[in-house]
């Protein structure tokens, strides 16, 4: 039971490009959701986050939406950057306790 | 900036053998968790920890996974007595308790090799 989904498990894009990745959840009772980028052999790094109460966060190149209606977020990169590619993790709390819920990730591939 | 250190960076062990992998969390963080991640699927939560004590945990975390904090720093993770299907990514992360809306800080992780 995924309550967290990236359906895209991979995205090319060109460099300068806007680079946007999806993310759908089941559960209406996240409140808080983030966005992580991972290298391999490194943890997962925080990027950006939105409260629900929120329907965008900006900072810098990175910008958050969230569509509460649609149970719908996604990731803009712009523009985007050899150096982004990674795969990107979305995640949202569940519970008091902060414990995220991540999806599968999405891998971004920036060509120059 | 702060970092979560894991140690060791990778484990191998035998199955049944029981390991103990070491996170140092980020020194003025509250919360701490640790999470797994099996080759090619998701990252999942295992244990969040709060006030010295289990706040929550998933179904993986069973009987064979424990817990401790044992000195002001340390956060440990104990399998008991390891089984091939643990064979995995173990991510340690930490968050302050200052604010609701604080991320998680992630370790980069102690590679177990169960064979």
């Known amino acids: 039971d995924q309550q967290v989904k990236q359906n895209s498990p991979s995205l090319s894009v060109q460099e300068g490009r806007i680079s946007i990745l999806n993310c759908d959840y089941t559960?209406?009772?996240?409140?808080?959701f983030l966005w992580y980028k991972k290298y391999p052999a490194e943890g997962p790094t925080f990027l950006i986050s939105i409260s629900s109460i929120k329907d965008k966060n900006e900072d810098g190149r990175f910008t958050v939406f969230l569509n509460k209606s649609a149970k719908h977020l996604s990731l803009h990169i712009v523009p985007s950057q050899p150096g982004d590619s990674a795969v990107y993790f979305c995640?949202?709390?569940?519970?008091?306790?902060?414990?995220?819920?991540f999806g599968k990730g999405t891998k971004l591939s920036v060509k120059p | 900036e702060p970092e979560v250190t894991q140690t060791p960076s990778h484990q191998v062990t035998q199955m049944g053998q029981e390991v103990i992998l070491r996170c140092v969390p980020i020194s003025n963080h509250l919360y701490f968790y640790w999470y797994r991640q099996i080759l090619g699927q998701k990252v999942e939560f295992l244990v969040s920890f709060y006030n010295n004590e289990i706040s929550e945990k998933s179904e993986i975390f069973d009987d064979q996974f424990s817990v401790e904090r044992p000195d002001g720093s340390n956060f440990t993770l104990k399998i008991r007595s390891t089984k091939l299907e643990d064979s995995a990514m173990y991510f340690c992360?930490?968050?302050?308790?200052?604010?609701?809306?604080?991320?998680?800080?992630f370790g980069n992780g102690t590679r177990l090799t169960v064979t």
């Open positions: 995640a949202a709390r569940e519970g008091s306790q902060g414990n995220l819920i």
């Open positions: 992360a930490s968050r302050p308790g200052s604010s609701y809306n604080s991320p998680l800080h």
């Open positions: 559960n209406s009772m996240f409140d808080y």
